[in-house]
Structures are given as structure tokens and as C-alpha cells.
């Protein structure tokens, strides 16, 4: 039996290799997986020169997270990284399979992948047995600007979500209202931005966690980062499981839920 990180009610952290814990967690009984696994965004050799950065508070972001360094680099650590895609997509496949077996018969999953892999994730999802429903899109509307001003910002990223039922049965609170399949939110700045560097702001997941879920409904987040999702699921009254394999993250997720607070009603 592995020991929890960090427990408080309806909450849960578990420190570790996720293909390890997840085995613990028993046959059908999460309700959604909501998750942004690495997927070998990072580049050792892309840098930019944070001097050329116009834009103050980028500049100033750049300069908290990277102190003392005059370029930006976009290796955000070996957790990132693969040794080819193959090696990716298998990973994906068996943390894709253990989400399988414990997600309930009407559980769903959401989750970010990579565009240029998404179309391959997305058919292991199908051959594991998940019925895919729609490829979601995050629209941030303050993206790091074009520093060379050669292109377009990259404004957007990309999810997935799958159910496991292949029919009816599955939470969508349609009661909210019609729903674009793009979710618009600025990326994390202020108080709420971490040291993590692929933070996903809270409203954006809440805003997934609203339509997906109701109140004490149990998500799970195997590749939980700086802990977003649990605080999302804590914010609206829901059960949360985090696990994530790297210990500072894991402090800065316990800093994060101590200083949220669960609605009383």
C-alpha cells in the first residue's frame, strides 16, 4: 500500500512514478482523469535572448524563473524529454491503459497532448477501448508574443477527450449552456504563476471540471505539476488524486491547497 504525500479532505498527493501508483488504484472507481502528461515539448537547443524580449512582463517572468541567465531556454527538464516518439507514444499507452481500468463504465478522461502527436494519441486511445468525442482547444488570449516578429504567436493548445462509453451515460452538464469546443483564457500570470513551467491557469480547468464533473465526483491527475487540477477540484467541491514524480512540484502543490478554500455549500 503506498502512503500518501499529502492528504486533506476529498484530497490526496502521492509522490512517485505514476505507472507504479495508479496500479493501487482500484478497477472502476474514478470518475474523470484530467491531465497535462509530458510530451516532449522541451528543445536542449532552442534558445532566445531574453534582452530581445519587449514586452515588460514576460521579460519579468522570464528573469524570476531564470535568474542570472540572458537566454530563455525551453528545457523545462528530463521529465520532458524521450528518446524518440515511439518511446513517447509507448509511454502514453500504458498510462492510457491504467486510466482504462480505473475509470468507471461512464468515466472520461481530458487530457493536453502535443498537435504535431495528437492525431497518434488519439488512436491508442481508440485501440485501448476509449470512445474518442472531440479534440478541445485552449485559446490563450495573452500568448508569449513573437519576439523575431517572423510569424504568428502560438496561441493555442490542444486536448483530447475520450469516454469509455461509447454511448450515453457520461457527465455533461449541457444545463450550462452550448459550449464552444474552445475554452478562452489568458495563460497564468501574477500571484498564481509557480515555477512550473507549463502551468495551466485554475479557471481554464475549472472550466472543463464544471461541464465534466459534478459535486464530489473523484478526478485524477497522474502527471499533476503544480498541482492546478487539485486545487481546480478543491475551489468546486470535488474529490481530487494527484501524482506527480518530482518532489518540488509536489511541496509547491501542498503550498497552493493549503491557501484554497473549499466551498461550504
Not at 515539448?41 to 514576460?58: A, G, T
Not at 485552449?138 to 469509455?164: D, R
Request: net charge positive; proline share 4%.
Amino acid at each position: 500500500m503506498i502512503t500518501s504525500y499529502y492528504e486533506e479532505e476529498g484530497i490526496k498527493i502521492y509522490l512517485g512514478d505514476c505507472l507504479e501508483i495508479m496500479k493501487e488504484i482500484p478497477d472502476e472507481s474514478i470518475d474523470l482523469v484530467l491531465t497535462d502528461p509530458p510530451y516532449n515539448i522541451s528543445q536542449k537547443e532552442r534558445k532566445i535572448d531574453r534582452s530581445k524580449i519587449q514586452n515588460r512582463k514576460i521579460r519579468r517572468l522570464v528573469s524570476k524563473r531564470q535568474d542570472k541567465v540572458s537566454e530563455l531556454c525551453y528545457d523545462f527538464g528530463k521529465w520532458d524529454f524521450y528518446n524518440s516518439v515511439d518511446e513517447q507514444l509507448e509511454f502514453a499507452e500504458k498510462w492510457l491503459k491504467e486510466s482504462y481500468r480505473i475509470l468507471k463504465m461512464n468515466g472520461q478522461i481530458i487530457s493536453f497532448y502535443s498537435k504535431s502527436e495528437i492525431s497518434f494519441f488519439e488512436s491508442i486511445m481508440l485501440g485501448i477501448g476509449f470512445h474518442v468525442r472531440q479534440t478541445l482547444v485552449w485559446h490563450k488570449t495573452n500568448p508569449v508574443p513573437q519576439i523575431f516578429k517572423v510569424g504568428y504567436m502560438s496561441a493555442c493548445e490542444f486536448l483530447t477527450w475520450a469516454t469509455k462509453n461509447t454511448g450515453a451515460g457520461h457527465t455533461f452538464n449541457y444545463q450550462l449552456g452550448q459550449k464552444h469546443n474552445v475554452f478562452v483564457h489568458p495563460i497564468c500570470q501574477g500571484n498564481e504563476r509557480t515555477e512550473h513551467p507549463t502551468q495551466k491557469p485554475v479557471k481554464l480547468l475549472k472550466d472543463i471540471l464544471n461541464y465534466h464533473t459534478n459535486k464530489n465526483d473523484l478526478v485524477l491527475d497522474p502527471f499533476m505539476g503544480s498541482g492546478t487540477t487539485l486545487v481546480a477540484c478543491k475551489e468546486l467541491g470535488r474529490q481530487g488524486i494527484g501524482i506527480e514524480i518530482n518532489k518540488e512540484y509536489c511541496d509547491i502543490a501542498v503550498r497552493r491547497l493549503k491557501n484554497t478554500i473549499r466551498p461550504l455549500f
